[in-house]
């Protein structure tokens, strides 16, 4: 696998989980996974075991010299080579820090992309598959099937996480890729007049997934095709949908060890407290009598912000104003939107905004929330609406994407959340609503929507066994060449 993220070295959003579980529980099924990323700042060197000689990309004209260090994912065998470059990866920030984009991710990314096909003869160790993720790897379909007979090409698998990422560049970058100008009409490249990086993975992996089957379907769509639908429909005979798997060994109130107070779901009862260590730590008032809803979320469009904060159409106001709640928001993001919640955060003493990153106030939010909200425009998978379900937190979610595939409204026959038709203000303030009115009126519901959803699993180890299928149908389809 090639990757920009894997917790624990990296790690902006769900790939990163998605990334190293997946490694994983491909280890433990006793396939043979090993991990090509950037050695960014933060990864430290001191751990890891360093390459007598470094590897050398050839990009065109230019070369990179690049040490290689290796490392291992946690609790496997899974190889993790680590791609030290001063001028490309010497920062800390993945793709840019405080919301600006490096201006020099194609060139940075594309170095990574030719690195995960130099590597393989480098160590004598031939991959049958090269996985890609996201835009930033998406060349390396492209890359695999140039200047090699068929027989030695890697299969290759591209998983898209995020359509809303693309990496599109002016036509005039072509040169920072390594392909040639006489490349460029086969290679898949071009959109709408300019270089569009995941259409050329789209079009030459032999195989695309994406991380939910509705997502899968949507992307289909021009509503969420984000320009790229019917190049996808000409693919969809090679495309998956899989959904992500929960790490639980990380992500289960029975032995999550950012709480001081340990539940189940037979004493989840016990939840009560983790809620009034959470009102304590963020300075609320400690009460059960009113419901905490809780959000952990890049602070992004994608993720129902607009509707949330916009001055004078933004839902969250409203709720804070009219109903009996407690809100706390931890995120980073566009600079607008932590703008307006540091706003609102000094207007309501109901509203506590967390602006920064910070895993084990994620934990602990999951555990003390009554209610998670995530009232996304469109979403791949999401991770913490499945977080939520194992915690005995009720999810407040739109129907789209993995959302749709994971969550069920409550209704008097059951449920597990509640479904919000899409993200708009009045729709996110009649779901807090029914929260309200749920929690004042029916502790009985309450208690039997959050054990329905303790219930429910999201192993990673089916999801591997779907990404198995995927990749055995990449080898026959290469072979077939
Ligand atoms: P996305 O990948 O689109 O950001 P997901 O729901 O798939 O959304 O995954 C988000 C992951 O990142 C979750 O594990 C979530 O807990 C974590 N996360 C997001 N923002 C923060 C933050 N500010 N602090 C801690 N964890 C965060």
């Given at each position: 696998?090639?990757?920009?993220?894997?917790?624990?070295?990296?790690?902006?959003?769900?790939?990163?989980?998605?990334?190293?579980?997946?490694?994983?529980?491909?280890?433990?099924?006793?396939?043979?996974?090993?991990?090509?990323?950037?050695?960014?700042?933060?990864?430290?060197?001191?751990?890891?075991?360093?390459?007598?000689?470094?590897?050398?990309?050839?990009?065109?004209?230019?070369?990179?010299?690049?040490?290689?260090?290796?490392?291992?994912?946690?609790?496997?065998?899974?190889?993790?080579?680590?791609?030290?470059?001063?001028?490309?990866?010497?920062?800390?920030?993945?793709?840019?820090?405080?919301?600006?984009?490096?201006?020099?991710?194609?060139?940075?990314?594309?170095?990574?992309?030719?690195?995960?096909?130099?590597?393989?003869?480098?160590?004598?160790?031939?991959?049958?598959?090269?996985?890609?993720?996201?835009?930033?790897?998406?060349?390396?379909?492209?890359?695999?099937?140039?200047?090699?007979?068929?027989?030695?090409?890697?299969?290759?698998?591209?998983?898209?996480?995020?359509?809303?990422?693309?990496?599109?560049?002016?036509?005039?970058?072509?040169?920072?890729?390594?392909?040639?100008?006489?490349?460029?009409?086969?290679?898949?490249?071009?959109?709408?007049?300019?270089?569009?990086?995941?259409?050329?993975?789209?079009?030459?992996?032999?195989?695309?997934?994406?991380?939910?089957?509705?997502?899968?379907?949507?992307?289909?769509?021009?509503?969420?095709?984000?320009?790229?639908?019917?190049?996808?429909?000409?693919?969809?005979?090679?495309?998956?949908?899989?959904?992500?798997?929960?790490?639980?060994?990380?992500?289960?109130?029975?032995?999550?060890?950012?709480?001081?107070?340990?539940?189940?779901?037979?004493?989840?009862?016990?939840?009560?407290?983790?809620?009034?260590?959470?009102?304590?730590?963020?300075?609320?008032?400690?009460?059960?009598?009113v419901p905490?809803i809780?959000?952990?979320?890049?602070?992004?469009?994608?993720?129902?912000?607009?509707?949330?904060?916009?001055?004078?159409?933004?839902a969250?106001?409203t709720v804070l104003t009219e109903m009996p709640i407690?809100?706390?928001?931890?995120?980073?993001?566009?600079?607008?939107?932590?703008?307006?919640?540091?706003?609102?955060?000094?207007?309501?003493?109901?509203?506590?905004?967390?602006?920064?990153?910070?895993?084990?106030?994620?934990?602990?939010?999951?555990?003390?929330?009554?209610f998670?909200l995530?009232?996304?425009?469109?979403?791949?998978?999401?991770?913490?609406?499945?977080?939520?379900?194992?915690?005995?937190?009720?999810?407040i979610?739109?129907?789209?994407?993995?959302?749709?595939?994971?969550?069920?409204?409550v209704?008097?026959?059951?449920?597990?959340?509640i479904?919000l038709?899409?993200?708009?203000p009045s729709e996110i303030i009649n779901g807090i609503r029914r929260a309200v009115t749920m929690w004042k009126e029916?502790?009985?519901?309450?208690?039997?929507?959050?054990?329905?959803?303790?219930?429910?699993?999201?192993?990673?180890?089916?999801?591997?066994?779907?990404?198995?299928?995927?990749?055995?149908?990449?080898?026959?389809?290469?072979?077939?060449?």
């Open positions: 696998m090639v990757t920009t993220e894997a917790v624990p070295f990296a790690k902006s959003g769900g790939l990163a989980d998605a990334v190293t579980a997946l490694a994983q529980e491909l280890d433990r099924a006793g396939h043979d996974v090993r991990l090509l990323m950037p050695r960014y700042y933060g990864i430290r060197r001191d751990q890891l075991f360093r390459f007598p000689s470094p590897l050398r990309v050839q990009i065109g004209e230019e070369h990179y010299e690049s040490a290689v260090y290796e490392g291992r994912l946690p609790d496997s065998e899974v190889v993790v080579y680590f791609l030290d470059h001063e001028e490309l990866f010497g920062r800390d920030g993945i793709y840019g820090v405080g919301g600006e984009a490096f201006d020099d991710n194609l060139h940075r990314f594309t170095v990574l992309s030719h690195a995960a096909l130099t590597i393989g003869p480098r160590l004598g160790w031939e991959p049958e598959i090269i996985h890609s993720h996201d835009w930033p790897t998406a060349l390396v379909p492209m890359l695999a099937r140039r200047g090699q007979s068929s027989a030695h090409q890697p299969a290759t698998v591209l998983t898209v996480h995020n359509l809303g990422y693309q990496g599109s560049y002016p036509v005039g970058m072509l040169p920072k890729t390594g392909l040639s100008w006489s490349e460029l009409p086969e290679s898949g490249l071009l959109h709408h007049d300019e270089l569009n990086m995941l259409k050329a993975g789209i079009l030459n992996a032999d195989m695309v997934t994406t991380v939910s089957p509705t997502y899968a379907a949507e992307i289909q769509t021009p509503l969420h095709g984000f320009s790229l639908d019917q190049v996808l429909t000409s693919r969809s005979e090679r495309l998956a949908g899989i959904l992500n798997g929960v790490d639980y060994s990380l992500w289960n109130p029975e032995r999550d060890h950012h709480l001081d107070v340990n539940y189940t779901a037979e004493t989840v009862a016990l939840k009560e407290r983790s809620k009034s260590a959470l009102q304590t730590e963020l300075g609320l008032p400690v009460t059960n009598d905490l809780g959000t952990v979320s890049r602070l992004v469009s994608q993720k129902g912000f607009a509707e949330l904060l916009a001055p004078g159409y933004g969250l106001p407690q809100v706390v928001v931890l995120g980073t993001g566009e600079p607008e939107y932590e703008y307006q919640l540091r706003r609102l955060s000094d207007r309501f003493p109901n509203l506590t905004a967390i602006i920064g990153f910070d895993d084990g106030l994620a934990h602990r939010i999951e555990a003390g929330a009554d998670f995530m009232p996304s425009r469109y979403e791949p998978c999401g991770l913490n609406q499945l977080y939520s379900l194992r915690y005995g937190t009720i999810p979610v739109t129907r789209t994407g993995g959302l749709a595939d994971t969550v069920r409204d209704t008097p026959e059951g449920g597990t959340g479904v038709g899409h993200a708009c029916s502790p009985n519901q309450i208690a039997a929507v959050r054990r329905a959803g303790m219930k429910e699993r999201y192993a990673w180890e089916s999801a591997a066994g779907h990404y198995l299928e995927a990749y055995a149908r990449a080898i026959s389809y290469r072979a077939s060449v």
